[in-house]
Every structure is written in structure tokens, then in C-alpha cells.
């Protein structure tokens, strides 16, 4: 970590630290070089080097979600705020850290640290103001400057495994993807939503794309009736959901969208092990099987055991497995859009985004429920 013994021996030893964002100046202590390391993995290793741990907390601390939150807000506001790929890749680190450490060490552990930090997946805030990789290349100076061209946002090498092997497979079927593309989320850093909130949602999917279908067909279902055949997804709607429901004469364009969701719920479907398989996405799912799945199950609890009957629950490998392949077919979509070119051959674009959208959901993507969910490539 030579990079960044050079820089702090270049603060001088009179130099006053800055303060992570949303710290207190008494928060702060001890001797040595003071560094807070963000890390995205939940089974961070312990140190091995010498250090005073000042603090440590994890997403059970409720305090850490505002601090990363402003964390989030001092990467936009440093030098122009211009959204630069950087930064944006930045501020996607913050939002997937599951442990903030506060650690004094003497500058003779700085190597020791970096190469702790390569295995936390961390980046580091240093007493500069500047945001640093594991081996302390600047990502983001205090002042919003260009990063060290060498510098590079840390992932798993689960994840850039995964990316690998979505990029051979899309190879093999004739639709390249370019390599700057990102990994994503991987195992170590993963919080998927818990299987009664996905039978709760894929009920509420079912109730909403139901009633779209019907008055797409000037044949409405009376919201009554459907919500009392899926007793359980009243619970699980969400503002835009009931605000469609208790719509007599929805908008064509809100009909479409709600129409749409069947591709939703057919993922959740897949990821609770209800149905057989997720294929690729070429075409729209089956949606009588989608249906009569929910209806069999009548509730969340018969949608658990059912679950527990077939024993087909996904592995989080197998969910980011499929994560990983929406996304890099949705950001082929969107460049053909774009350059108003064909759609690659194969794809459904409207299956594709559904997907994306259920599966960012699934994985907590930036932490938002469903209707803020957001799918950028």
C-alpha cells in the first residue's frame, strides 16, 4: 500500500483528519493513522495485523444505514457532483456494505491492512477526505478529482466468476457483451428477501396481473372476489398495486404495466422452487402454469409448503446466477434502443425488464421495495 503511505506521510503529521460522513469529531481517536474500511462481505475476516479497533458495526446497528446514506451524499457532492461511471460505481459499493470498521494502525501495517482489506472486499476513507481501493489507488479525492487510472473497486472472485461465465455463455449464443460492464452482487455480500415475503409478493403479482389481463379482455374481475380467491395478497400490495385495484378505469399504458407482471411473479415462482425452470428469456412464461401454481397454494403458508414438498428452493448461487444474465441482456436491449438497432435475436425486451426488475427486488438491489425498484445497466 505504498500509494497511500506516500500520500499520508504527505499530510503531515500536524494534518487534521477528516471525519467519515455523519461522524461526530469525538468519535474519532487514538494514535496511529486512522482508516475506516467499508466492507460489502457479512463474514468479514478478522484483522491479522496490529491495529486499536475504534468501532465496528453491521446493518443490525440501525445507525449504519444513515451513515451509509450519508456516505452515498459526500461521494456526490465532492468537486463538480457530475455522475462520473467512478463514481457511480462508488456510491454501488456503499449501498452493498454489510460491516464499517474504525481502525487506528501504525503506518508498518499498512501492507498487512491492504491485503485485509482485499479479502473484506473494502474501500477505504482515509484522513485526506479521499475514498481509496484495498491498495490505497485513489478512487475519489476530497476535491472530486480523476481517480488513479490504476485504481479498481473491489468484488468477490465470486463475482467476477459469475460475470465470466455470462459473458461465455452470451458469447456462445451469438450476443457479445463488452467486458467494462461490472460484476454484480455476489454470494458473500447477499441479503435475499425471506421466502414468506416472496409468497406474500408473488400472490399480490398474481392479483394485479390477474385483474390487468381481465380488463385488458373488457372482461373485469371484481377486486373483491379476486382478493378473497388470494387471501393473502391484500397484505402484500404496495401503493401503486392498491392504487391500480381501486381503479375503475385504469389507463391503457397502467393496464399493460400491471399486465406485464405475470413475468414477475413467474420468477419468484421459480426462485421458491414452484416451477421447474426459469429459460432463457425469449419468450413470455407460462402463464396458466404461473396461475394455477398460486391458486393451488391458496396462501402464503400452502405457498411454503408446497416449497417444502418439491424442495426446489433456488441457491443463492442459482438466483445470481439468473441476476447476472438479465442484466447484461437488458443493457444489450437498452444499446440497441439506443442506436435504434434490431433486438438481438432471441430476446423478449418486455420479459427481459420484468425479470430484472423482480430479480434486483429478490437480491435488495439499493435496498428499495418493490415499486422504487430500479433496474440501470
Not at 404495466?257 to 405475470?262: H, I, V, Y
Not at 396462501?299 to 443463492?316: H, K, L, S, W, Y
Request: net charge negative; charged share 25%.
Amino acid at each position: 500500500m505504498k500509494g497511500l503511505l506516500t500520500r499520508l506521510r504527505g499530510l503531515g503529521a500536524s494534518a487534521k483528519p477528516a471525519q467519515p460522513p455523519g461522524e461526530r469529531a469525538d468519535d474519532q481517536g487514538g494514535e496511529g493513522v486512522l482508516i475506516n474500511a467499508y466492507c460489502t462481505r457479512a463474514d468479514v475476516p478478522a484483522p491479522d495485523f496490529a491495529h486499536t479497533l475504534l468501532a465496528r458495526r453491521d446493518l443490525s446497528d440501525a445507525e449504519l444505514a444513515t451513515h451509509l446514506s450519508g456516505f452515498v451524499g459526500y461521494v456526490l457532492s465532492r468537486g463538480d457532483g457530475e455522475m462520473s461511471r467512478n463514481r457511480y460505481h462508488v456510491m454501488r459499493h456503499i449501498q452493498r456494505v454489510r460491516q464499517h470498521l474504525s481502525l487506528s494502525i501504525d503506518e508498518s501495517q499498512l501492507d498487512a491492512f491492504s491485503a485485509w482489506a482485499e479479502r473484506a472486499n473494502a474501500i477505504v476513507f482515509l484522513p485526506d477526505g479521499g475514498i481509496r481501493d484495498p491498495n490505497g489507488r485513489v478512487l475519489l479525492s476530497a476535491a472530486g478529482e480523476e481517480p488513479d487510472r490504476e485504481a479498481a473497486l473491489p468484488y468477490p472472485p465470486e463475482a467476477w466468476q459469475r460475470k465470466a461465465r455470462t459473458e461465455a455463455l452470451l458469447a456462445a449464443r451469438g450476443m457479445p457483451v463488452p467486458q467494462h460492464l461490472p460484476p454484480l452482487i455476489s454470494e458473500p455480500e447477499l441479503r435475499l428477501r425471506a421466502p414468506e415475503d416472496l409468497a406474500g409478493r408473488a400472490f399480490a403479482l398474481l392479483a394485479v396481473s390477474a385483474r390487468a389481463e381481465s380488463v385488458a379482455n373488457n372482461e373485469p374481475l371484481a377486486v373483491g372476489e379476486l382478493l378473497e380467491r388470494l387471501p393473502s395478497a391484500q397484505a402484500s400490495l404496495t401503493p401503486k398495486e392498491q392504487a391500480f385495484l381501486s381503479d375503475g378505469a385504469p389507463a391503457e399504458s397502467t393496464v399493460v404495466q400491471f399486465g406485464w407482471r405475470f413475468e414477475c411473479l413467474f420468477v419468484l415462482e421459480w426462485a421458491m422452487g414452484l416451477v421447474d425452470a426459469l429459460p432463457f428469456p425469449e419468450a413470455i412464461c407460462d402463464v396458466p402454469l404461473a396461475t394455477r401454481t398460486m391458486l393451488d397454494a391458496r396462501d402464503v403458508a400452502g405457498a411454503m409448503r408446497a416449497a417444502q414438498i418439491r424442495a426446489e428452493v433456488r441457491t443463492e448461487s442459482e438466483i445470481l446466477d439468473a441476476l447476472d444474465l438479465h442484466y447484461r441482456l437488458h443493457w444489450l436491449i437498452r444499446q440497441a434502443r439506443m442506436k435504434e438497432a434490431a433486438l438481438p435475436q432471441g430476446l423478449d425486451a418486455g420479459v427481459v425488464a420484468e425479470r430484472h426488475h423482480a430479480l434486483n427486488w429478490l437480491v435488495r438491489f439499493e435496498d428499495h421495495e418493490w415499486d422504487d425498484v430500479d433496474t440501470p445497466t
